[in-house]
Every structure is written in C-alpha cells, then in structure tokens.
C-alpha cells in the first residue's frame, strides 16, 4: 500500500494553533482522499510545520454510475434535454423499470491523480483561526507565509500547483524539498518518504513530533532541576506552549539574584511565565528557589554560558519591574483603593466595580450565617476583594487577581482570616484548582459567584451556544464544587432572590433570572457526567422538583443508585416502567384512570396485597423523604418488588369486566402516585 507524505512548510506558527492545524489537516484530508482509503495516519506539528503521513489504496476503483433520465411516456424534449445535458444519443440509453437510464463507466484513479486534484482545494480553505496574505500575484492565504509542500507518494512527487486561473499562487508546487534548523542547519535537502523526512530532520535539529518535544522538555528540565535537589511547578501548559515555539528544545538553568527572593512566589512565577516563558523551581521545602529553567532553541556551541548570561540578564529587568510595583503598591492600604473601584466600569447595565463590591458585601454578610462564618470578617474582605485591581501588579499581571489583594491585606494588618477570604475568593480558578474551605473564605467566594450569576443573567448576557463571554458556566460550576465539597446546606433560589435584591431596581425583576436554576442544574449533571456519575438519576430526581439544595439533591440521587444497582432495584424500575407504560397507552383511550380504588371491586389476591403495600409504603416513604431518610425511603420501595412481580404475573390489567379493568388502573396510578415521591423513572437510562 503506497505511503502519502504530506509537509507544509511556512513561517512561524503560532503555538497555540499548531496542534489545532494538525487535527485539521488529518480530518481534511481523510474525507478528501476518502475514495483511496486512507489509514494509519501520523500528524505532526511544529513552530514551522504541518504533515502528515498516510497509507492509501494504489487507485480509486472503477465503477459504474446510473443516471435515470426521464420516464418511457414523456414528452420527446424532456428525453433531448437529458441527453444534450450528458452527451449522448438514444442508443447509449436503456430503459429499466419504465425510465431511460443512462449508465456510466467510470475509470479507475490512480491515487496520484486524486492526490493532485484534490489537495490544493483543500489547501485553499483551510481553516486558520486567522490567516494572512503575502507577496503579489495571489489571494492565497495561510497563517504565515507559506513556502514549501512536500508531496510524496512512496517516494515519488505528486505534481500539483497552487495556482488558479491567474492567480498564481505565490509560485508554489508539491516538491520533494523541505529544511532543517533555521540557525544551525540552514537550507533545503530532500526527501523520499516518512522515516526519510524525520530522520533527515533529526540530523538537523528539528523534531517535527509535537509529543516528543513535550517530553523532552518537562524530563529535560526536571533532570536538571533534580540535579540541584529542587522540583519544578507543574506548569502543562507552558511546556506545550514551549514545545510550540522550539523545534530542537534544550533545556538550562538560570541564577535568580538573592535580592528578588523576598518578592512573592506567585509574582516570580507569573512574571517568568508570562513574559519569558520560564520554568519556576522550589526547593525541597516549597519554597521559591534562586533558580529558574527555560528552554533554547538550538545547542549553543559554547555549552550554554552565553544564552544563561542572556536570560539572566532579561530576567533581572522583569523582576526589578515587578519588584517596583510590589513597593509603590503597598504605599497604600486597601482600604484607601476602594473608592477608587467606582471609578471602573464593570458593565453599562450593573454599574461600576464599586457598585459590584457594595452587592457582594451585603450578600457575604447574609450568607456568613448559612455557612459558620463571622458576618462582619465576611463583610470586611468582601469590600477589600476587588481593591487590588487598582494596583499595579495586577495591572501588569491580571492573573494575580485575589492573590495579591491577600499580601497586601496582611501588610495592612488585615486580620489572617479576612486575608485568606481575600486570596481564596475567586476559587476554584480552574477545574484543578482547590476551593475554598474557611467559612468566611466560602461566605466571600460564594457571594461573588452569586453575584456575578444574578447580575449578567438580569442583564440579559446569559450564556449561549459556545459563547460564555462573561465565564458564567465556569462561575456556576466553582459555585457548585464550592457547595459539594463543603457539604453546605443552600437554598440557592432563594439566594438568587437575596442577590437580585441588590441590583439595580430596573433590573430586580428581570425575566431571565428565572432561568437561573436551570441553569445551574444542567451545569450540575454535566458535573457529574464528567465524572462519570449517573447525572441522568440526577436528571430523574429534579423533574418536577423544586428544590435548589444541590447537597439534599446528591442525597437524593445517591440513594436512589444505590438502590437502582441492586437486583430488587432493577427490577422494581422495569416493573414501575411497565406500569407507566400501561397507563400512558389506557389513558389515552378513556382516562385518565386516577382516584382511590374500590377494594371491593378487588377480584384476586393479588390485587389486594399490591394495594395493601402501596397503603403502608406511601406515608412511610412520605415521612422518609420529608425527614431526609433518602436510604430508609429507598429501602421502603424496594420492599414493594416481590409483590409487583406476582401482581404482573396473575393479573390481567385489562380486564374483561369494565369496571375491574378501570379499578386496577387506578391501582396502578397510586403506584405511579408513590414512584413520583421519588424520581421520574421515565428518565433514567437503561
């Protein structure tokens, strides 16, 4: 089977669309070389390249293509337009089934051919997240310009052009020809298939695989950081990122002078990451080490001495900047910044930044009794939260929102705890991230994530489709971790009734605030499908339920899975589903069949014992429910299993007798009565 070799060969890619463009290209290129099979694909993706490697059939196959004209009976020129249309005269047509046929042989393609008419078209529309125009002459674009493609089908070139008409498609032709390192191997060689092109590559330091620059990297630096007993901070992300910006990582350690070691570690690490994309390191303690790593480009010939100096150097101006803002901002207490928060609009509709800290202060104080903590600590670092956004470090550093506000609050002789609330309200930032656990840091988070929730849905900026431009999916799910793992016990609809209390009174009333425990119940079963929990027994208990305790819902929900895996539960679902089955199908005819039974219309004994159980399991089920018993209720439904089994085994639900018949539907609808106490059985899957 012939193997297709296909690099795109341009100026730098930026790095975070590189393994997008590789995905890309693999799905494009399948469905257009569908004809010839493809399989085994290996992409690869780099700051100068896109390829891939495939195996495709040798040919398209032959075949024949049916076209059916028009009927035997119609008029002669709707007969001579069909054959104008395709060609041919009346003899080259068959009639079949009463219509003119006209069948085609279609020859085999050999793959190259199909390559070479395929690929530019695909090459054209290819979808950059942006793209560029260079040179004169054609209005092809690509992400940055594009300046070789090689082509190879088992080792030979498959010749084709990016010209169009007069477009001359910046002069660019499938080639066999690609290049190795800019700085250290310089010009183009050639090519004669997969294991040629990586092997030929590697012997001028590129590494055209994205996988094995990552892995490079992360064991490159660790080895060295080990070697002076220090770790690295876990940092994925910037490895990927680096691995998209070096073909040939080597990774170095860097000196930090000792006096940037009193500046705090998260500033250190943010201001290396952001703008050198450098490694931070910690000693064996936790601490923040006078070391850095970080990663070149090429094998510097002097065994890296120069490149170290270098980085060093630039890494000194980045820290003296940051060390200038962490002295001038603490010139002033956060107490004194907050006035300066009504001066930053947050949203047209809500207000500024200091209208926002107003809300969450007096929503923190209503929700720090719901939670164990001290209202007026809660009061106290809901109106410091935000101040630290007028200060330069978070200027220059967005990402240390939260974090710095809690240093400087304890410069100010904050009390610890309202500085933990300070640092900790905007947890979890991320779906790894910790939450909050300190009541008063829990009062703070909560009020904010409530907040923003209540104030954009009443502003009419809800989330749709894709687009969550204010993160209210996210603020929702840090909502919903912050209460789970905390096992609080809210109320939330009444919380959004609180919070929307203290929008604007144009705003109070707002029609999408209703929408908002939907919302955040959809957010919790995607939760618990990522998980991989059964969100549909989540989905069950909800219907037709208004409670908003997520903690008393999950209760719910455990319960009735665990009830579900057991055989007495599997059982009683099919025997409850059978039931509503019944019902659905009769009422339809003449019901709908509700209201007490008549026990003297009972005609069998097992009528009357599947009455007599549903009579002593409802009000106890009741009872169980309404005390938060979720398990004992379980346990008292599935009592009703055996009794069910020999009522559906001996009864006929539809009975001769007219009157029997609409007494067991009835019977069957207290059943249904009873499974409602609990969950929609209709929504539970399997």
């Known amino acids: 089977m012939p193997e297709l070799l296909l690099e795109l060969f341009s100026e730098e890619i930026p790095a975070r669309m590189q393994q997008r463009a590789a995905e890309d290209l693999q799905r494009l290129l399948t469905e257009a070389l569908s004809p010839l099979n493809p399989r085994e694909a290996r992409t690869f993706a780099g700051p100068r390249r896109i390829a891939i490697s495939l195996q495709v059939d040798a040919t398209v196959p032959g075949s024949t293509v049916n076209e059916r004209g028009p009927r035997e009976n119609a008029p002669d020129k709707a007969l001579a337009g069909f054959m104008r249309k395709h060609g041919v005269e009346r003899d080259a047509l068959v009639l079949e089934n009463g219509f003119w046929i006209l069948r085609r042989e279609v020859p085999a393609v050999q793959a190259a051919t199909h390559i070479a008419a395929t690929v530019p078209a695909l090459l054209r529309r290819f979808p950059w997240p942006k793209s560029m125009r260079w040179g004169v002459g054609s209005s092809f674009t690509w992400v940055r310009p594009l300046r070789r493609i090689v082509c190879l089908l088992d080792g030979q070139v498959v010749p084709f052009s990016l010209a169009e008409g007069e477009d001359n498609g910046h002069g660019l032709v499938a080639a066999n020809l690609t290049e190795g390192h800019r700085f250290t191997a310089p010009g183009a060689f050639a090519v004669t298939g997969t294991q040629d092109w990586l092997s030929g590559l590697r012997a001028r330091q590129v590494e055209p695989c994205a996988d094995a620059r990552r892995t490079r990297i992360a064991e490159g630096v660790a080895r060295l950081a080990a070697e002076e007993g220090l770790s690295v901070v876990s940092d994925p992300a910037l490895i990927d990122e680096v691995a998209g910006l070096t073909e040939w990582p080597v990774p170095f350690l860097g000196q930090i002078d000792d006096e940037f070691m009193t500046l705090p570690p998260e500033v250190m690490q943010v201001s290396m990451r952001v703008n050198q994309r450098y490694f931070a390191l910690r000693n064996a303690d936790g601490s ?185 999916r996210r603020a929702a799910l840090g909502l919903i971790r912050i209460i789970r793992e905390n096992h609080l016990r809210l109320d939330l609809a009444e919380l959004f009734v609180m919070a929307a209390h203290g929008l604007p009174e144009n705003l109070r009333l707002a029609p999408d605030l209703d929408l908002l425990p939907q919302f955040v119940a959809e957010r919790l079963r995607v939760q618990l499908r990522n998980e991989g929990a059964r969100h549909d027994i989540l989905a069950a208990v909800s219907v037709g339920n208004t409670d908003t305790d997520i903690t008393r819902l999950l209760a719910r929900s455990d319960a009735l899975a665990e009830m579900l895996a057991t055989e007495d539960g599997r059982n009683l679902l099919a025997a409850t589903r059978r039931a509503a089955n019944i019902l659905r199908i009769e009422d339809r005819k003449d019901g709908p069949h509700e209201g007490a039974p008549d026990p003297a219309l009972y005609a069998q004994d097992e009528e009357r014992a599947l009455a007599d159980a549903l009579a002593r399991t409802i009000p106890a089920v009741e009872s169980a429910i309404s005390e938060e018993r979720f398990a004992d209720a379980m346990r008292d439904v599935a009592h009703l299993r055996p009794v069910l089994d020999r009522f559906f085994e001996d009864v006929t639900v539809n009975a001769e007798d007219a009157a029997i018949r609409r007494n067991r539907l009835r019977l069957l609808s207290e059943l249904r009565r009873m499974t409602v106490l609990i969950a929609d059985f209709s929504q539970i899957e399997g």
């Not at 900047?321 to 947050?346: K, N, P």
């Not at 809500?350 to 209503?366: D, H, K, P, Y």
């Not at 809660?378 to 550093?397: I, P």
């Open 288 to 472: 923040a080490a006078p070391r850095f790593a970080f990663v070149a480009n090429m094998e510097p010939s002097d065994g890296g001495a120069l490149t170290i100096a270098g980085n060093e150097r630039v890494l000194r101006a980045r820290f003296a900047d940051a060390r200038h803002f962490w002295d001038l901002d603490r010139t002033h207490t956060l107490e004194s910044r907050v006035a300066q928060l009504d001066r930053i609009v947050f949203h047209a509709a809500l207000g500024s930044q200091g209208e926002r800290v107003r809300r969450i202060v007096r929503l923190a104080g209503l929700i720090a009794p719901m939670v164990g903590a001290d209202p007026k600590q809660a009061e106290r670092a809901a109106l410091l939260c935000k101040a630290d956004l007028t200060t330069g470090m978070v200027g220059e550093f967005p990402e240390l929102q939260g974090t710095m506000g809690a240093y400087y609050a304890r410069h100010d002789g904050e009390d610890s705890v309202v500085a933990d609330a300070i640092g900790e309200h905007y947890m979890p930032r991320g779906q790894h991230d910790g939450v909050p656990h300190a009541p008063v840091s829990i009062a703070v988070a909560l009020a904010d994530k409530i907040d923003s929730l209540v104030a954009f849905f009443a502003a009419g900026e809800k989330p749709g489709g894709s687009g969550d431009p204010y993160a209210l």
